[in-house]
């Protein structure tokens, strides 16, 4: 069975910081993405990364897959209040018929304060 | 273009009833998904779908849990009966399937809220 276990799993910041969230597995993973999930909302992607080590850039979001395929990162610089939400990441299998299956993890719950 | 639409939003029920949730993807989306998604926790796949054929419910506890898409579009989940620990959001996702694999764009619906008292 494939885990994501993801750290912190709360972030309480003050607008104008920086924070990082972190996505760690045993496994190996053909891809992993990144979704933001608002209350009383399903989880809306934010990227997929795919090769080992790619680092892909979202306005103040900076994602990053580990060269291993095993882990990955979400930095958000300047954080605004409108960044408050439920992030998780998920990492996709990729062989025979599990592929497009998602493996999530517990998700990190940011709050941005004014 | 419309999102994946679910129904209902929210339900509550005692336990040993039953429910049924249902789920129209995206128009064109071959591959259908459930989850659910305890309160804390991040979203576990129950049932995949490709057209009306089941891809994978290795993690659907079929003694109380079914799923079904007759036609190949929308799609009904349904517990009976419901215990305690199944209060959850119960999230259905759809995506294209180009059959490349691995990291094809799920879309989700807004969930079904369901409590079991």
């Known amino acids: 069975t494939q885990l994501l276990e993801q750290s912190p799993q709360f972030l309480s910041i003050q607008e104008g910081e920086n924070l990082t969230v972190y996505c760690n597995s045993s496994?190996?993973?053909?891809?992993l993405q990144w979704y933001r999930q608002e209350p009383g909302e399903g989880p809306v992607l934010l990227v997929t990364?795919?090769?080992?080590?790619e680092v892909k850039k979202l306005k103040r979001l900076t994602f990053q897959f580990g060269d291993a395929r095993k882990d990955s990162s979400l930095h958000i610089t300047a954080a605004q209040p409108g960044d408050t939400g439920l992030y998780l990441c998920?990492?996709?299998?990729?062989?025979?018929?599990?592929?497009?299956?998602?493996?999530f993890g517990q998700g990190t719950i940011l709050t941005v304060h004014p | 273009e419309a999102g994946v639409a679910q129904s209902p939003r929210y339900k509550i029920i005692e336990k040993r009833q039953s429910v049924a949730f249902w789920c129209n993807p995206i128009?064109?989306?071959?591959?259908l998904y459930w989850y659910q998604q305890i309160l804390g926790q991040g979203p576990k796949l129950l049932i995949q779908?490709?057209?009306?054929?089941?891809?994978?419910d290795s993690q659907l506890p079929k003694d109380r849990f079914s799923a079904e898409r007759l036609k190949g579009v929308d799609s009904t989940l349904k517990i009976q009966p419901a215990k305690l620990e199944d209060s959850a959001v119960y999230l259905c996702?759809?995506?294209?399937?180009?059959?490349?694999?691995?990291?094809?764009?799920?879309?989700f619906g807004p969930g079904t809220r369901l409590l079991v008292l």
């Open positions: 990364v795919v090769t080992g080590g």
């Open positions: 128009s064109g989306h071959a591959t």
């Open positions: 998920a990492g996709a299998d990729s062989g025979g018929t599990s592929y497009g299956k998602l493996t």
């Open positions: 779908f490709q057209n009306n054929g089941v891809v994978d």
């Open positions: 996702a759809s995506s294209f399937t180009r059959g490349t694999g691995g990291s094809e764009t799920q879309y």
């Open positions: 496994s190996v993973f053909s891809s």
